[in-house]
């Protein structure tokens, strides 16, 4: 068999490249022009929404029915808001309030947004059921530790979404939630036997497909019970047999991050693209870290050696590539059908504001009125290093917000290498005489958060403690507040209670 040019067509078919700038390169342009069906933004790619709306533009000038993928989860996963953090929460906090038809009407909405500035597909929802509290990359992203409770969350979302033309996508297929590894770095495990994993880490999954979800997204998972072997991105058993056969599904499968540490590392990133076309995989995710032509071309490149050496097959190639353009024909149809009804505005702020207000928990162990504070406060905010699905520089937390509504309001942000024992007193030392709020985020996964909250509690049995992580004790401070999110709209509904400006509790 040779390097022709149809071979080449199907496997440019496949890869989604990510890329730099705020407007497509002229390799990008070229490569749409030659077949490439899909590309992938990142924030690195966003400025505002109308620049977006140019970009996808400018990217359908040389190829109309191309796919437009992000990572738009709302809450602490953003792209689109990644600069002044997200006006909606995220899954967690819409786990809590438990009101699918809130989920779906926030989903519906963030769709328009994205329809908007011309994205037509969109990996989320996370239907990870978080069951391992230790998890470093799930958390707040999934809908919550009850299987019962993510999959039909997951199912609203995914109505919301694709009610606005959006393709939505469910990941991280077979289930990331029950993994104390980030497969950024390394390849989590999955214990769980094969009974485990029907009745909870699949059950959102079987209720994604039966509402018809468009994408599915691979987790880079070594799942003993399915393969013990190879990562579920890499593997048949996971991907056809489960996914496709079990399952029934028989949309586009499409891989996480092909770069990541727990594929490539071992395989290379062509290496580890091939083996995940040939379990199943219809299209390549790639450019977080990787992005450029030259990472495009070596996935291609890779993919067609691998054709010609008889280690994948064409049907399978031409089945991938089959699927990836009937996503895009659905999604240039539905954008006919729905883009035309859309309001020429932004979404509606107010939905998330208030369901971020609805996810508020308030536990008091002192019988004192503490709301509204009684003066300007000083906030420390204890800042954990976040993994590389959330954007670093993502604002959130309680003290910018709470400063316009309580003017006076001082701010002390610490992070692991500087929460000194100095650091604790200089905070103390700021706070005295005045109120002190001690914001958090995942504290109970985090010893140096919880040495800093133990020594500041010891001088301060009044301080308020506001928890924007997943929620461990609820009894520390005299008012422990849980927002159940990070994201800007979390830290706005907690300063509008810590300041009394809603009657929101």
Known sequence: MKRGPELLRLAETVVFPGFEGKSPPDWLRRRLGEGLAGVVLFSRNIATPSQVADLTAALREENPQVLVGIDEESGEVTRLEAAGGS???????????????????????????????????????????????????????????????????????????QSAGVA??????????????????????????????????????????EQGVRTVMTGHLLVS????????????PVLHDLLRVELGFEGVIVTDGIEMAAVSGPYG????????????????????????EETAIGIRDAIVDAVIEGRLSEERLADASRRVCELALW????????HPGLPGG????????????????????????????????????????????????????????????????????????????????????????????????????????????RHLLAARADAVVVEMGL??????????????????????????LLAGDTGTA
């Open 87 to 161: 006006t909606r929460p995220g899954s967690f906090a819409l786990g809590v309030v438990d009101d699918t038809g809130l989920t779906e009407e926030l989903a519906a909405d963030l769709g328009r947004d994205l329809a908007r500035a011309g994205v037509n597909l969109n990996f989320a929802p996370s239907a990870d059921v978080n069951s391992n509290p230790d998890n470093p990359v799930i958390g707040l992203r999934s809908f919550g530790a009850d299987p019962d409770l993510v999959a039909r969350h997951t199912a609203a979302w995914i109505r919301g979404m």
């Open 168 to 209: 939505a996508c469910a990941k991280h297929f077979p289930g990331h939630g029950d993994t104390s590894v980030d497969s950024h770095h390394g390849v989590p495990l999955v214990p769980a036997p094969l009974g485990e994993l029907h009745d909870v880490a699949l059950r959102p999954f079987r209720a994604a497909v």
């Open 225 to 236: 019970a399915l393969d013990p072997a190879m990562p579920a991105t890499l593997s048949r």
């Open 269 to 292: 990133i062509g290496g580890a693209s091939v083996l995940a076309v040939a379990a199943g995989a219809d299209a390549i995710c790639v450019g977080g870290e990787h992005a450029g």
């Open 331 to 338: 999604t240039t149809t539905a954008r006919r059908s729905v």
């Open 346 to 453: 932004p979404g509606t702020p107010s939905i998330g504001l208030a369901a971020a207000r609805r996810a508020l928990r308030t536990t008091r162990r002192s019988s004192a009125a503490v709301f509204p504070l009684p003066a300007p406060p000083h906030v420390v905010e204890l800042a954990p290093e976040m993994n590389l699905a959330i954007e670093k520089d993502t604002p959130w937390g309680v003290g910018e917000p709470l400063g316009k509504l309580l003017p006076g309001t001082t701010v002390t942000r610490l992070a692991a290498a500087t929460a000194t024992g100095g650091a604790i007193e200089a905070v103390l030392a700021a706070a005295a005489e005045r109120p002190l709020v001690i914001v958090v985020r995942d504290a109970h996964r985090h010893p140096w958060q919880a040495d800093a909250l």
């Open 471 to 496: 929620p461990g004790r609820s009894d520390l401070g005299a008012v422990h507040v849980a927002t159940h999110g990070a994201s800007r709209v979390c830290g706005q509904a907690a300063a509008e």
